[in-house]
């Protein structure tokens, strides 16, 4: 199968995006893979295959390949004499701002390519964190309960300590803190309002139970992966998460009840169906006297969650296989030929 992964952008989780490229492309070795990379400035490049390190990046060595520009079902690569066109299936892979907040969902839709990811109307809903709880509440699904918070107004909470402190547009933990008394507040606040102007303020669970779970839509029905009970520590930082994007390994299967998983999987069906077609994303749940609730929605997780699939490699061409086909409007100019035709011109 070819797939062409689209990577980088400009975002504080720029870097997470390199891993998690560099580990499909030993996941997928078996695949006909090209791999463009998008800089903090928005330029496109075509990367060699034998240069994916992360050294090529870090060392600006990227510069030097190829550039390419975008039109209508391609990229183009130009040289003085020829272009070449670069087409097929492509795979959102860029965390954060760019790829997951629709910038490159429209950029791609705008010039018809094919693409694995999230959609405009998912990427909104998913990717800030206040309209994802918008959506639980439209969706009938329970979530954690929250206070919002602005730069420019933030006196005080009140949700009980201990809380925990989250950038509304970010994720891989970046930003985030737990906050165990008022003494903490403000330093928190701060933290987080380097990243954004808003954020949100949600109680700090103690011993609860985390579920992950990943899925996609394929031939009229979603496609599960298993459920993982991810390792319980206090809270997952940037390190632990730029290493958890790196995996490839499978991973064990929660030993969970059929009910809880039923339950699970109802969940999800509820935040994917009719939003996020053409996509492949994990959800996070806390489950909290056997009740769910939906903590977060990835709709690029890292490296695809691909250690969660027992067949990652035909669950990627069963998806790539069923994308949603969007139709466009016929333009004939049949109004304007009337109005001149009536106007005798």
């Known amino acids: 199968m070819k797939l062409t992964i689209l990577f980088g952008g400009a975002s504080f989780e720029h870097e997470i995006s390199i891993v998690s490229a560099i580990t499909l492309k030993e996941k997928l070795s078996d695949f006909d893979l090209s791999f463009i990379f998008c800089d903090?400035?928005?330029t496109f490049y075509l990367i060699e295959d034998s240069k994916m390190k992360a050294v090529t990046f870090s060392n600006g060595e990227h510069k030097k390949m190829p550039q390419l520009t975008?039109?209508?079902?391609?990229?183009?690569?130009k040289s003085m004499f020829s272009s070449k066109e670069h087409g097929g299936v492509f795979l959102n892979l860029i965390h954060g701002a760019d790829g997951e907040d629709g910038s490159i969902a429209a950029l791609l839709d705008f010039f018809s390519?094919?693409?694995?990811?999230?959609r405009i109307d998912a990427s909104v809903f998913s990717y800030d964190k206040r309209y994802t709880k918008w959506l639980c509440d439209a969706r009938g699904i329970k979530s954690v309960k929250y206070?919002?918070?602005s730069i420019a107004e933030h006196d005080h909470i009140d949700i009980p300590y201990p809380v925990i402190i989250k950038p509304t547009r970010l994720g891989s933990s970046i930003g985030v803190s737990i906050v165990k008394d008022e003494s903490e507040l403000d330093y928190a606040l701060d933290t987080a309002f380097e990243y954004d102007s808003n954020v949100i303020v949600e109680p700090f669970l103690q011993d609860v139970k985390e579920y992950n779970l990943a899925g996609f839509m394929a031939n009229g029905e979603i496609h599960y992966s298993i459920v993982e009970e991810p390792q319980k520590e206090e809270f997952l930082d940037?390190?632990?998460?730029?290493?958890?994007?790196?995996?490839?390994?499978?991973?064990?299967k929660a030993d969970i009840s059929s009910a809880l998983e039923k339950k699970l999987k109802k969940n999800f069906e509820k935040v994917y169906k009719n939003l996020f077609e053409g996509s492949l994303i994990r959800c996070d749940f806390f489950?909290?006297?056997?009740?769910?609730?939906?903590?977060?929605?990835?709709?690029?997780?890292?490296?695809?969650?691909?250690?969660l699939f027992e067949d990652f490699h035909s669950s990627l061409?069963?998806?790539s296989n069923s994308l949603p086909?969007?139709?466009?409007?016929?333009?004939?100019?049949?109004?304007?030929?009337?109005i001149s035709k009536a106007k005798g011109k």
Do not use: C, T, W
């Not at 390519?113 to 999230?118: E, F, H, R, S, T």
């Not at 489950?287 to 250690?307: K, Q, R, T, W």
């Not at 969007?326 to 004939?332: E, G, H, L």
């Open 147 to 149: 206070e919002e918070l």
């Open 70 to 77: 975008l039109a209508n079902g391609a990229f183009i690569q």
């Open 113 to 118: 390519l094919k693409y694995i990811g999230p």
């Open 317 to 319: 061409e069963l998806l």
């Open 238 to 252: 940037f390190e632990k998460k730029y290493m958890d994007f790196s995996r490839s390994q499978r991973v064990l």
């Open 287 to 307: 489950v909290v006297d056997s009740e769910v609730y939906l903590n977060e929605i990835n709709p690029i997780p890292g490296s695809m969650a691909n250690y």
């Open 40 to 42: 903090q400035d928005h």
């Open 325 to 338: 086909l969007v139709k466009r409007a016929k333009v004939d100019y049949a109004y304007i030929h009337n």
